[in-house]
């Protein structure tokens, strides 16, 4: 398993200029191809996991179904009221689910393009959804300060929680099934085991609200990240905090593990993506491009190739 980064190494990285610490074997990573969309502000963007194709949502209140392969526009998947906030393939690729500013979710068939079910017990936006890698289950996180978990062949919710005090940003599922983190605007970090032994733990996770979270391939490692600028990673098992360190100059957006989990990216207002290695604690990347907040970065599963989106409205692919 990879060594855990430690606060020492991230400190060192600090005290020399961004670029100096940049590996060349990394600064392969170049922008392929972007994809503008005229309504602007794409906020969300996820990668099916059988590498075919990239959804994304925003301000036009509108899914869009892309080909991965080099970007053509398949799809506009009509029917949310209000911006799509958040966007969740299942893992076998054939469902996906989108979560917006009208209080619903929305589960769509990805070959048809075809409404499956609206799933709308939310009292607010719904801000964040994540499949259980078993695809019969989905959990959502909204500003009714609820975590709620669903099956997918059910409009009502199997389990609701309403533990967090302000806007639940973000949910994650751990690729075990395991456990489900949450994040919030109360700048708590919060984990349900969903199986297995352990113990709920509830983490004073951050010093400002927590936008994003993600788990490592192999179940041992919680990234978090927010609008303090600083990245977080976590002991899954323990809730352990093992290392800190600020990424960017601006609020994070959103972060994403390579498939191999030796790569963690982060998205920045300061509209960068940033590359770091986690074995070794240094920046291994900076991806410039973006003219806008950069709101949105999904690995795909070849982890050669990354998408990102900002509040221009461009979605950008990466590869190396």
Do not use: M
Request: charged share 15%; net charge positive.
């Amino acid at each position: 398993s990879p060594i855990l980064p430690t606060e020492s190494a991230f400190s060192a990285l600090h005290q020399t200029r961004w670029e100096t610490t940049i590996n060349p074997l990394t600064q392969r990573w170049h922008c392929v191809k972007t994809l503008s969309t005229p309504s602007g502000n794409v906020r969300t963007v996820a990668v099916c996991p059988v590498g075919r194709h990239i959804a994304s949502g925003g301000a036009n209140k509108a899914v869009s179904l892309y080909r991965l392969s080099d970007g053509k526009n398949l799809s506009t998947l009509d029917g949310h009221t209000a911006w799509v906030r958040s966007l969740a393939f299942s893992f076998d690729g054939q469902i996906f689910a989108s979560a917006a500013n009208d209080n619903t979710l929305r589960l769509w068939d990805v070959a048809s393009g075809r409404l499956l079910r609206v799933l709308s017990e939310h009292q607010g936006w719904v801000r964040s959804v994540a499949f259980h890698p078993n695809g019969r289950y989905l959990y959502s996180g909204g500003q009714d300060n609820a975590v709620r978990a669903w099956k997918i062949t059910r409009s009502h919710p199997v389990k609701t929680r309403t533990d967090h005090h302000h806007w639940v940003w973000a949910v994650a599922v751990s690729p075990d099934g395991s456990t489900l983190v949450s994040a919030s605007q109360d700048t708590i970090l919060r984990f349900y085991r969903l199986q297995g032994k352990g113990t709920n733990h509830v983490l004073p996770g951050h010093d400002a609200e927590v936008h994003a979270l993600t788990i490592s391939p192999n179940n041992w490692l919680l990234a978090s990240a927010g609008a303090d600028c600083t990245v977080r990673f976590w002991k899954l098992n323990s809730g352990r905090l093992t290392t800190q360190f600020c990424a960017h100059a601006a609020p994070i957006n959103a972060i994403a593990f390579s498939p191999d989990g030796e790569i963690l990216a982060t998205a920045s207002n300061d509209k960068t993506i940033r590359l770091w290695h986690i074995e070794s604690g240094r920046l291994v990347g900076v991806l410039v491009g973006h003219e806008g907040w950069v709101w949105s970065v999904a690995f795909a599963p070849d982890g050669h190739t990354l998408v990102s989106s900002d509040w221009n409205g461009d979605i950008k692919i990466w590869s190396r």
